[in-house]
């Protein structure tokens, strides 16, 4: 009899340890039982590094970013996950102010001379590297040199700088081959950071693993597809950081990032992109988080090869763009956490004109395309999209929007490496490609599509549009720049080489712990500014 | 000993053909990776200096002999993308997946062996039909949707548990077996549903045996047959069904470690897979071989300390 209540109590607890899960899921979201104090006391945080400067009970920031970063030295690094963490540790000669508007950093003030060729950069004085080197003027040409070696990332986005002279300790002479007006905003990301000399010349190929930057974090360790941890730099120059340490945690999983932020494991999520449909969870609980959704600078939409397959014709290109409903488009993927648009400038940018704007599809004048394509009864055309599920869901819903107009769109799901191969030698029909942007719209611009430019992928080639371009870069006066780049996009609005159908949102999830958060256009969080409750 | 030595020789041609195949393999796989590390803003010059640079340029049969010359002399080379030794990520990564794997293991074991054996003892009664059901269930629950409800019941619900992380056990034990729990739990629950019906059907073919009637006309007690006689003549399926789920999951916990966000083996092969690193794939598919040769041996090993009339090294064994 015993054995028998025994045996059963057995059964119970094999099978109760099998539908635990199953019967007190809560459904995912919804889950309104949430606990309103998510205190690093009650969840065990993971450890910082044995290596970790930060004092017992120092005040410790968790950041969710959506991959490891392949490579925290700028010379080397091309992912956008590196440059969140590269902000912290490196400051840069300019910076984005929460306008979009390009701010001194470590420059104190410049000068442009009027042929737009030779920038004269007075420094900031007093500053440090966080190894103790001295930041002045030879470190500022160093640094500018290396990005200009053969195997430097950043050899293409300095192309016009001559030389770089250091006229004293705290004057830099930059001296341009040609006027180039984007020239300070690329000094705002990855070729205007600062790295230390010294420690450049002690780690050589290595310093990848060692980065030494002004910033207001240093760096400790990088655990690869884990997380990178930066300490406090007590001697920041312009002020010392309110946080003793921060992680960047790798959470190559969207809804994984999602729950860690839920259950006080990170402390902010940097790119909810990835789990949109999980964004209600959280921006349910307002007594606990806060969600920043921005439009961006980037943007998403389709390549339409002009070289080879259906689309050599320019009308089934444009039948294929006017048949997309933008709008539906962002709510269906993004439940509206995306900007719907039709151009490559987003609406805050200087270059962002009338042409600009889209209609709704107007099925008589898609049909009439159609027709002048010669093809009235419809085509059909493959489509590369990536291996993601939204990848999968852009295809799925492009197909259904252009199945009315018989259209037919087979899909094929390739991997981001390889599209870049088939968009760099046009083997495609149609391919997904997007941008995450930059905040000068040149850089969003011209070689995307220039006659042979490293980013057009469709081949497009019209030396007026050519010439546009280039004018638009060397132009100094913003007005002026506005309407070169309205004219091009007339142009390509009518040749539709390149379908634009949204710019991806910035998504960020904060604890409401979090204090000192500004937001800036370039989607990256700043740390320098940043607190915790 | 001779067994040993003759396992240990057969294991050099088995990791040579590995390495070939994984070569080849890895090669097939359009796309390389320059193109993944230069992203969206490779210029051709770009591209072509870094294709140089990394020994892409050479003929395959040159990058092969090459790597080959460098695992000889004990180096598994640099990792393409992560300008760090290959050796280096795997000593950093396998101990953490070898740590999930035996705790995963653990939790199927425990969960598995009272189920069986109950569910044996107790066949076609509720009891047996209860465990099998659930077991069932069990099998066809996915792990990442169990470890995401368990993430969101342990963690987000209640703050018990951590939902992601690892600590390494040099800095604290403790916060590392806390950090283990409930991804162990999460794969071992879908693993324990193999092993137990596994011991369920053996334990039941072994217990129609004639040395079962004995021990019963002995008076022996059900409890001590089963568990000092039927069980370990029912051992030898299990052992091997054990050693193929250790040797899976060493390479095949990637979707908890993803989920988990824990810094694994697994991940390191599909990362390196999809970043098209080359010497990192082959150096950790080849780690992994090495792995799986080694379970084998032990689960040949084990069946003759379970069954004495096993003996190693004998033609036709091993």
């Given amino acids: 009899m015993r054995t028998k209540r025994l045996q059963a109590a057995l059964a119970a607890v094999v099978v109760g340890a099998m539908f635990t899960m199953a019967g007190c899921s809560g459904g995912g979201s919804g889950n309104t039982g949430a606990s309103g104090s998510s205190s690093a006391a009650s969840a065990p945080s993971s450890a910082p590094a044995e290596t970790s400067g930060a004092p017992a009970g120092g005040k410790v920031l968790n950041i969710g970013i959506n991959a490891d970063p392949p490579s925290l030295d700028p010379y080397a690094s091309s992912a956008l996950v590196d440059r969140y963490v590269q902000n912290s540790i490196f400051d840069k000669l300019f910076d984005l102010d929460k306008d979009g508007k390009i701010v001194p950093m470590l420059a104190e003030s410049y000068e442009i001379s009027p042929d737009g060729k030779t920038y004269t950069l007075k420094l900031k004085q007093g500053v440090k590297f966080q190894d103790g080197t001295d930041f002045n003027a030879d470190a500022v040409k160093f640094n500018l040199d290396r990005y200009e070696e053969d195997n430097s990332r950043r050899k293409n986005e300095l192309k016009f700088v001559d030389s770089v002279t250091a006229v004293d300790a705290n004057t830099v002479k930059i001296q341009l081959s040609q006027p180039f007006s984007p020239f300070l905003s690329i000094l705002t990301d990855r070729a205007g950071m600062m790295a230390s000399p010294s420690a450049v010349k002690k780690y050589g190929d290595d310093f990848v693993n060692h980065p030494v930057g002004t910033g207001p974090y240093a760096f400790v360790e990088h655990v690869s597809g884990d997380h990178v941890t930066l300490k406090k730099n007590d001697a920041y120059w312009n002020g010392a950081p309110k946080l003793d340490e921060i992680n960047y945690k790798v959470f190559t999983d969207g809804p994984a990032m999602v729950q860690n932020l839920r259950s006080g494991q990170i402390d902010i999520a940097s790119d909810l992109n990835g789990a949109i449909k999980l964004i209600p969870s959280i921006k349910d609980d307002t007594a606990n988080f806060t969600i920043i959704s921005e439009s961006g600078m980037g943007f998403q939409g389709i390549h339409l090869n002009v070289t080879k397959g259906p689309f050599t014709n320019k009308y089934l290109r444009e039948a294929v763009d006017r048949a997309i409903d933008r709008d539906a488009f962002v709510k269906v993927l993004f439940d509206g956490y995306a900007s719907p648009g039709n151009s490559p400038f987003s609406p805050g940018s200087l270059a962002y004109g009338d042409s600009d704007k889209y209609a709704k599809p107007d099925p008589d004048a898609i049909k009439a395309l159609l027709a002048k394509g010669g093809k009235p009864n419809g085509f059909s055309f493959k489509f590369q999209v990536g291996t993601g599920t939204a990848a999968q869901q852009f295809g799925a819903v492009l197909q259904n929007m252009l199945k009315p107009y018989n259209i037919t769109v087979e899909l094929e799901q390739v991997e981001f490496g390889q599209m870049l191969e088939n968009g760099t030698n046009g083997n495609f029909e149609a391919l997904q490609i997007g941008w995450s942007g930059r905040p000068d719209p040149d850089q969003n611009f011209y070689d995307f599509v220039v006659t042979k430019g490293s980013q057009n992928y469709s081949h497009y080639a019209n030396p007026e549009v050519d010439k546009l371009a280039t004018e638009a870069r060397q132009e100094q006066d913003p007005t002026k720049r506005k309407a070169y780049y309205n004219k091009a996009m007339d142009i390509l609005h009518d040749d539709v080489e390149y379908s634009y159908i949204y710019h991806q949102n910035n998504i960020f999830g904060f604890s409401k712990k979090v204090t000192g958060f500004t937001y800036v256009p370039d989607g990256i969080i700043r740390t320098a500014g940043l607190d915790k409750q | ?318």
């Avoid at chain 2, 074991?109 to 066949?123: Q, S, T």
């Avoid at chain 2, 040797?247 to 916990?253: E, F, I, M, N, R």
């Avoid at chain 2, 084990?302 to 190693?312: N, Q």
Wanted: charged share 15%; hydrophobic share 55%.
């Fill in chain 2, 1 to 318: 000993m001779v067994f040993f030595i003759r396992r240990l020789l057969l294991t050099i041609p088995i990791l040579f053909l590995v390495s070939v195949m994984t070569f080849i393999l890895i090669h097939l796989i359009p796309g390389d990776p320059a193109r993944v590390i230069l992203g969206q803003e490779a210029t051709p010059e770009a591209y072509a200096a870094l294709r140089h640079q990394l020994g892409l340029d050479q003929p395959l049969i040159v990058q092969y002999f090459r790597w080959l010359g460098g695992v000889l002399h004990g180096n598994l080379g640099m990792s393409i993308t992560d300008h760090v030794p290959v050796s280096a990520l795997i000593a950093q990564r396998l101990p953490v997946t070898i740590e999930l794997t035996i705790g995963t293991f653990l939790v199927a074991a425990l969960i598995a062996f009272p189920a069986g054996i109950l569910a044996a003892v107790r066949k076609r009664t509720w009891v047996d039909y209860t465990g099998s059901f659930a077991a069932l269930g069990g099998m066809s629950i996915p792990s990442f949707w169990l470890a995401i409800m368990a993430i969101i019941y342990f963690s987000v619900k209640h703050h018990w548990l951590p939902s992601s992380g690892y600590t390494p056990l040099s800095h604290s034990v403790s916060q590392n077996l806390i950090g283990m729990i409930l991804p162990c739990f999460a794969t071992g629950v879908r693993e324990s549903a193999v092993l137990m019906r596994m011991l369920r059907s053996s334990l039941i073919d072994v217990s129609t045996m004639d040395f079962v009637r004995t021990a019963k006309a002995k008076g022996l007690g059900e409890a001590r047959i089963v568990l000092g006689h039927v069980l370990r003549n029912a051992m030898i399926p299990v052992v091997t069904t054990s050693g193929l789920l250790v040797a899976g999951l060493l390479g095949g916990l990637v979707i908890t470690e993803s989920i988990f966000s824990i810094p694994g083996f697994g991940r390191l092969i599909v990362e390196s897979v999809f970043k098209r690193d080359y010497v990192t794939v082959q150096g950790a598919v080849l780690v992994s071989a090495l792995l799986v040769v080694i379970v084998n041996l032990c689960v040949d090993l084990l069946y003759a300390a379970i069954d004495s009339r096993i003996k190693l090294g004998k033609a036709g064994e091993a």
